[in-house]
């Protein structure tokens, strides 16, 4: 790719190419040109004969123009990672939830379940003093 050709509002594609494959893909618009550099809306600099990172040995560089492809899929993993949010959010709220349902001096650190089956959590509690986790174990018997 001709990195003289690009113009202010121009959409590229950074990353690295690792072993024969794109990595770490980001799009960003190009801000500045002059005759050995071009900038790019997050202030970065790339060299205009080589298109790497200008202050960098990490190996990004400009790799091409932005496709409509590009933009899609950029748009499908963030919604990706949106959903993702959504539900460590709601799954917090869960436990959460859970761990309200003891009383203030007993409640304990509800843990994801190390077995992945829903509906299961694992429970911690903290600074119980013996006898009461005797009377709790003898409660939990009739389970």
Known sequence: MELSKLKPGDAVVTGRIVKGD???LRIQKVTKT???QVVLDNTDRYAIDTGAKIG???GVRILRLATK???EHGESERQKREQFRKEIKADRARRDELASL???RFRPAVRAPSSDQPEQFNLEFYNV???TIRRMAELLKGL
Do not use: I, L, V
Request: proline share 6%; net charge negative.
């Open 69 to 71: 492809a590009d933009f």
């Open 102 to 104: 003891f009383p203030d």
């Open 22 to 24: 794109e990595a770490n």
């Open 34 to 36: 002059t005759h050995t």
């Open 129 to 131: 003093h013996e006898q």
């Open 56 to 58: 960098s040995r990490s």
